[in-house]
């Protein structure tokens, strides 16, 4: 079992920056390929950012390639989400996700535990 616990949502302007946490424990938590997703009102979960067990490899959402990036601390267990140029249309739910059967990647399917979320509002 991996439990994961997002913080660091909230409500910021148009032009800010969030940076969300994601806190893992369990086992292989340190390992696993870990992912980022958002969803609002009536839409899929959709693909934010992913980053490899070893932090060697991310990519991004062509939405958000250039704005956010995703990193994490293996040594903490946690994933950070850095959230800048914040645009209204970022607005969601935030979802932290954590993959043990594969490598991780950019579809939900790909993942194996979830957090519970963190909101995050752009207001204009």
């Known amino acids: 079992q991996v439990q994961l616990v997002e913080s660091g949502g909230g409500l910021v302007q148009a032009g800010g920056s969030l940076r969300l946490s994601c806190a893992a424990s369990?086992?292989?938590?340190?390992?696993?390929?870990m992912g980022w997703f958002r969803q609002t009102p009536g839409k899929e979960r959709e693909f934010v950012a992913a980053?490899?067990?070893?932090?060697?490899?991310?990519y991004y959402a062509d939405s958000v390639k250039g704005r956010f990036t995703i990193s994490r601390d293996n040594a903490r267990n946690t994933v950070y989400l850095t959230m800048n140029s914040l645009k209204p249309e970022d607005t969601a739910l935030y979802y932290c996700?954590?993959?043990?059967?594969?490598?991780?990647?950019?579809?939900?399917?790909?993942?194996?535990?979830w957090g519970q979320g963190t909101r995050v509002t752009v207001s204009s």
């Open positions: 980053v490899s067990g070893t932090g060697s490899y991310t």
């Open positions: 369990g086992r292989t938590a340190s390992s696993s390929g």
């Open positions: 996700a954590a993959a043990i059967r594969t490598y991780g990647g950019s579809r939900h399917d790909q993942y194996d535990y």
